[in-house]
């Protein structure tokens, strides 16, 4: 089955305590995503990856770090998690043509609570 | 900069009954629009985009969505709504038009309750 998976789906954890949310995709997507969903705010994109090694900032970047090893993973890395990131994070990935419009596919989500 | 706006944090219908989820937008250039919806506990699932052409789209479960451009809006609609379509629906715009981001602009959010 075609799916973005998450891990963990939960998670509560401490200020200051480093953590890694994982993001797997079997599609052979070359982008992926992180976003985070907070009420009243929608989604908003955290950071970004076209493809293996090729990473970028999205609106809300700061206290994140990411890393594309390979193309399946996109983890997301909070290295002193505060309590303003406590949120629910998803992670996406789709094709990735030039100008392409394709709709992005989304995994479970992770929440995520900084105590 | 682009963005999107969903008026209503929440719509309620009744069975059977025809819906509407409102979208406006506001873009530089021509806009590239999606509707997601959010059941409970799940991901963000896909169910429509505008990219050119026709102004009516049709997507997953029944839905449709009229583009109008004078009017900026790309309102969700479905003929005859479902107990099981209550759910979370976001609206979103491609950011930037061109280039490679993949960025998605969302609105807030509309909450849609459909009661027996």
């Known amino acids: 089955e075609a799916q973005v998976t998450q891990n963990p789906r939960y998670l509560i954890t401490v200020t200051g305590k480093k953590l890694t949310v994982t993001c797997s995709q079997n599609?052979?997507?070359?982008?992926m995503s992180w976003y985070r969903q907070d009420p009243g705010l929608g989604l908003r994109q955290i950071y970004y990856s076209m493809n293996v090694e090729v990473t970028d900032k999205g609106d809300v970047p700061e206290g994140y770090k990411v890393s594309r090893k390979e193309k399946r993973n996109f983890p997301l890395i909070l290295e002193s998690p505060s309590p303003n990131q406590t949120s629910l994070y998803f992670c996406a990935s789709s094709w990735a043509e030039p100008n392409s419009y394709n709709e992005q596919f989304f995994g479970p989500g992770t929440r995520l609570t900084v105590l | 900069a682009q963005s999107v706006a969903q008026p209503e944090d929440q719509v309620n219908v009744a069975e059977g009954n025809p819906l509407t989820v409102k979208c406006t937008y506001s873009v530089s250039g021509n806009p590239y629009l999606f509707w997601y919806v959010q059941y409970p506990n799940r991901g963000l699932q896909f169910l429509l985009k505008?990219?050119?052409?026709?102004?009516l789209v049709k997507g997953s479960y029944g839905f449709e969505a009229e583009f109008n451009k004078s009017q900026t809006s790309f309102h969700l609609k479905k003929p005859s709504a479902l107990v099981s379509d209550s759910a979370l629906y976001f609206c979103?715009?491609?950011?930037?038009?061109?280039?490679?981001?993949?960025?998605?602009?969302f609105g807030q959010g509309t909450t849609l309750q459909v009661k027996p």
């Open positions: 505008y990219i050119t052409g026709d102004n």
């Open positions: 599609m052979n997507h070359e982008y």
């Open positions: 979103a715009v491609r950011d930037p038009p061109s280039g490679n981001t993949g960025k998605l602009i």
